[in-house]
């Protein structure tokens, strides 16, 4: 049974599985989809008050927490859409145009 | 056990024999009987399968993926418009490599309506990735259904398999019938057991997920490769079915053709009307024969090219019209398949019998009467042609 970590754009047709077949959860993690973005939120640490609120709005689990704090962003798997950013009450997330985090 | 039943009743009694875990169910002319049947059994507890009554093909193709993913045995029936309705289904059943058992009753699609018997439907979704079986008779059906789920379900195979019948010249009507007594058929089936599937709870399983470039390609390979599989599959399952039933089935059948110079492929019931017009010729001494397609999915080309090596002329008879302008769909696989021969026969299309055009013992001597002019003159002449229509013109 090969597992997803395992499989690559190098992997022959005769080690994938049939009809492309997931045996094991959660592996969208492996996956670099930060390349889609376009505009990237910037997280500024002094400003935030750990109130939260960018966590569940957060459409793509980018935002990690780590004992009650958040941290930078996951930006893999960040997106862009600027969500965080319409709901931070506080001057502790903007976004600048293109994919880089700067 | 000997019983007068219709085709309709047969795949619905198969059904009960091998008793499914789901069906999703659907009515549509000519195949709304079995559906029907089979909730009578469902009803009477003579049966524990899960019967999902929906409100569109596209939906019960949709139960059937569903379950089969989940780990369960589902069956479905339809018909023409039904069929084209589950089409997106048909390629998501097979490319996620559910071997789901669908029993198809032929009949011709719209427009303009009509309830009769051609194949426009399933050759629609002959590059579905279905393995397609066609039935002659009512005894095919049953037998046909009884070996879908062994072969669909082998895991070098794992395609669904749609069991075809023509509609209501099978579907509706009655025949004598030798059926398998139900132990039999249950040893014959045996547990499905897939090693993966979503109610497997060791083992999390996503069905179905999206597939980029750099994958689709291998995972269209992978199926591909199932489909050859399926050939000896096929057979094997044919040689096991023959030990408990005595019956005997190939990839086609093969009828008076030891050394015919003169020979019809067609599938599906015209084929006794074919079998009774070359007896005829026989009489006669003319050297007519039959290649009756049995496997339309998996297209036995390279087995067709070598029982067709030694005629001189062949009619393709194509019971669906296919708007290629160039002929029907099993003449265009027929024309692919005996095109690797040094020696080729002389190949015409005929396109017949269209929403439930009846073909006669007549028609047939007339094609073959054709045919031998071809042998003796060496001149094809038209080559793609309809036949049974009215015309202003003398038709060919």
Known sequence: MIHAKDINERTPWQDLTPGGEIYEPGTARLFNTGTWRTDTPIFHEEACKHCMLCVPFCPDSAIPVKDGKRLDFDYMHCKGCGVCKEVCPFPAITMVTGGAAK | MSHRLSGNEAVAYAMKQINPDVMGAFPITPSTEIPEYFADYVANGEVNTEYVAVESEHSSMSVCIAAQAAGARSVCATSSCGLALMYELLYVAASCRLPI????????????????????????????????????????????????????????????????????????????????????????????????????????????????????????????????????????????????????????????????????????????????????????????????????????????????????????MDKSEGFSANGGPLFAETCGALYGLKERPHLIDIVYGLGGRDVRVEDIEKVFGRLANIAATGETGPVYVHMGQRSREEIA
């Open chain 2, 101 to 316: 058992t669908l029993a198809c009753v032929n009949r011709a699609l719209s427009g303009p309506i009509n309830i009769n018997h051609d194949y426009s439907d399933s050759m629609g979704a002959r590059d579905s990735g279905w393995i397609q079986i066609y039935a002659e008779n009512n005894q095919e059906a049953y037998d046909n259904f009884l070996m879908a789920m062994p072969i669909g379900e082998t895991p070098n195979v794992r395609l669904p398999v749609m069991a075809c019948m023509d509609g209501f010249i099978t579907s509706h009507a009655v025949e004598n019938i030798e059926l398998l007594e139900t132990d039999a058929v249950r040893r014959f089936i045996g547990e499905y057991n897939p090693e993966h599937y979503l109610l497997k709870k060791e083992n999390p399983l996503a069905v179905g997920p999206y597939d980029i470039s750099p994958y689709y390609m291998e995972h269209k390979v992978l199926e591909a490769e199932a489909m050859k599989a399926a050939k000896a599959r096929i057979l094997e399952v044919a040689a096991a079915f023959e030990k408990i039933s005595g019956r005997h089935y190939g990839l086609f059948e093969e009828y008076r053709m030891e050394d015919a110079e003169l020979a019809l492929v067609l599938m599906g019931s015209t084929a006794g009307t074919a079998k009774a017009a070359i007896d005829k010729l026989r009489e006669d001494g003319v050297k007519a024969g039959l290649v009756k397609i049995r496997v339309f999915r998996p297209f036995p080309g390279e087995e067709l090219a070598r029982a067709l090596a030694g005629t001189r002329a062949v009619a393709v």
